[in-house]
Nanobody, 119 residues
């Protein structure tokens, strides 16, 4: 069982920046993929960015060049730096741990943190 706790959400003006943090209850070195997803009102949850245990990253087209995912293995924490925020980035952002220590795949989710981009 992996517990994930997000923080860093809030209200920001268009063009502003926020950094989200996701603290894991165990070493993230053992987790295959860590990622950020978001869900806006009335929409399905969508992938924002992922980072593998080896450090490879993947981004949704809508955030490429504006968002950066990173990890601090010593702190068991994953970050999402969000720059040049737009109103359409408004959503609840969820941290995800996707891992397969054996033949079974596990997905763990945090409780989410609200990001609101508005003037």
């Amino acid at each position: 069982q992996v517990h994930l706790v997000e923080s860093g959400g809030g209200l920001v003006h268009p063009g502003g920046s926020l950094r989200l943090s996701c603290a894991a209850s165990q070493s993230i070195l053992s987790i295959n993929h860590m990622g950020w997803y978001r869900q806006a009102p009335g929409k399905q949850r969508e992938l924002v960015a992922t980072i593998t245990r080896g450090g490879s990253t993947n981004y949704a087209d809508s955030v490429k060049g504006r968002f950066t995912i990173s990890r601090d293995n010593a702190k068991n924490t994953v970050y999402l730096q969000m720059n040049s925020l737009k109103p359409e980035d408004t959503a609840v952002y969820y941290c995800n741990a996707h891992t397969w220590p054996g033949p079974i795949v596990y997905d763990y989710w945090g409780q989410g943190t609200q990001v609101t981009v508005s003037s």
